[in-house]
């Protein structure tokens, strides 16, 4: 039984890298050197670019405000068991 409630997902080709992610949710997100893109922290990246993470309710809150703060909404919380899309 996982406690994994919901999957972040960052539609990272289509960032901007505008930090606000990282600056509102540094436990999560982090600015790529690579490529100037944020990354989500352990997150798992696809073959289309995107990238995803299966977090708990009690990390629910911080990427939500990091999701708000997108100014290009490219980063989505899904809810696991629902599949329905918070945001
Ligand atoms: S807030 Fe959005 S556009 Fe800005 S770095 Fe994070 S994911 Fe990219």
Redesign the pocket.
Known sequence: MTDKKYKIK???P?????????N?APDF?E?SDVDG??DIIDGERKPDGCEVLDISEGDFKANMD?AE???????HLINIGTKEEVI
């Open positions: 960052h539609d990272r289509n960032c901007i890298g505008c930090t606000a992610c990282a509102v997100w600015m893109k944020s990091a703060a997108c100014p290009v909404n490219v980063i």
